[in-house]
């Protein structure tokens, strides 16, 4: 055998302990609905996309580095998939886009993360057959995306010890630009997960520096504040029911009329859902209600009615119908909106806002 033969054969042999413990997986779901929606006073008819999953595609990997460690990584597209547009104002991998590393010490990723309030809103903002925090699901309705998901992130997840969990995320906000407040979107928070048998409980804290200025006038110079979410959740399986009950509170810096994603910025305010999922047969039916209080108007408030009705056809294509509702106070303007959020906005404050949906989900 010539001497490049030997080398090739020796390369591959080599090659190949390494390739047998790395992986990268391909995954995506893809979720369309037809919607009835009436945003007061007017109606549509139309088709929407990520419903009771975001719809999406992503990679995510895993390499052993032996001694029970491995380098983990996940990148993660939102997409529309009735007309293909882009997700997350058009960023690539807007969803999640992290590397980091798990072992005994529990895991390590860097870029950008879900906020432990949001891991909390989809557990106990029930899931049904889809994902927590969804289309049915009251609290979707009323929370916001700036302090469930951040940029420039490190999140820590402990291992399970005697049933708890220890989450926490940090992370720094503007990120050093020079047109915005050096601290703007700065986030800090820890989470406690207890789980025994079919209880689950949850307590969660988290600060994030906001402004009252408006996307408009943010510069350098603005000024910033402190804002704080305190967090309860608990769920119990029996069986033949499943309740949740979450609640959130936001308080801390001067208060602001509206929220603003860009200024991080969230009016006072308390929220609560109560879910329940009931199977029947093969078919899981969500129930949910929740409000939404303002703390400074209380024509802010707003309450949230929904039912949903989930018929897995196979272990990655749902079936899925349902019927919501939001009454909003003469101020408030909350609409029913989808796990990628996109709900049609009310016509003006105080209208009342419903839809019916009929959608499949499928998964790859």
């Given at each position: 055998m010539t001497n490049w033969k030997w080398s090739a054969s020796l390369l591959c042999v080599a090659a190949a302990p390494v390739l047998a413990q790395s992986s990268v997986?391909?995954?995506?779901?893809?979720d369309t609905s037809i919607e009835l929606t009436n945003f007061g006073p007017s109606h549509a008819v139309r088709m929407g996309s990520g419903d009771i999953f975001a719809t999406q595609f992503g990679l995510k990997g895993t390499e052993d580095l032996g001694g029970g460690y491995r380098a983990?990584?996940?990148?993660?597209?939102g997409f529309n998939s009735a007309n293909g547009a882009l997700g997350n104002n058009g960023a690539l991998f807007g969803r999640e886009a992290w590397v980091g590393l798990t072992g005994p010490f529990g895991t390590m990723q860097a870029g950008v993360n879900y906020t432990v309030l949001h891991t909390s809103f989809i557990t106990y903002s029930l899931p049904g057959n889809g994902a927590g925090l969804a289309w049915g699901n009251a609290a979707n309705n009323f929370v916001g995306p700036a302090f469930l998901r951040v940029n420039n992130s490190i999140r820590y997840v402990s291992p399970r010890i005697g049933g708890l969990v220890l989450k926490a995320i940090a992370a720094r906000g503007a990120n050093g630009a020079s047109n915005l407040p050096s601290t703007l979107g700065?986030?800090?928070?820890?989470?406690?997960?207890?789980?025994?048998?079919a209880l689950s409980v949850d307590l969660d804290y988290m600060q994030q520096t906001f402004s009252p200025a408006s996307a408009a006038a943010l510069n350098?110079?603005?000024?910033?504040?402190?804002?704080n979410y305190a967090l309860g959740g608990i769920s119990y399986d029996f069986g033949f029911i499943k309740p949740a009950f979450i609640y959130m509170?936001?308080?801390?810096?001067?208060d602001v009329a509206t929220a603003g994603t860009a200024a991080y910025s969230n009016p006072h305010n308390d929220l609560f859902e109560l879910d329940a999922t009931v199977p029947l047969g093969r078919a899981l039916v969500l129930l949910s209600y929740g409000h939404y209080r303002k703390v400074a108007d209380s024509e802010g408030n707003a309450d949230s009615f929904g039912v949903r009705v989930d018929y897995p056809l196979s272990k990655r294509t749902v079936l899925y119908t349902g019927a919501?509702?939001?009454r909003n106070g003469e101020h408030a303007s909350f609409t029913v909106n989808g796990a990628a959020g996109g709900g049609m906005p009310v016509a003006k404050p105080g209208a009342t806002a419903s839809s019916?949906?009929?959608g499949i989900l499928t998964s790859f």
């Open positions: 997986t391909l995954y995506g779901r893809v983990i990584f996940k990148l993660e597209n700065d986030t800090y928070g820890a989470s406690l997960n207890y789980v025994h048998g350098a110079s603005s000024q910033t504040a402190a804002g509170r936001h308080r801390g810096g001067p919501a509702m939001v019916v949906v009929a």
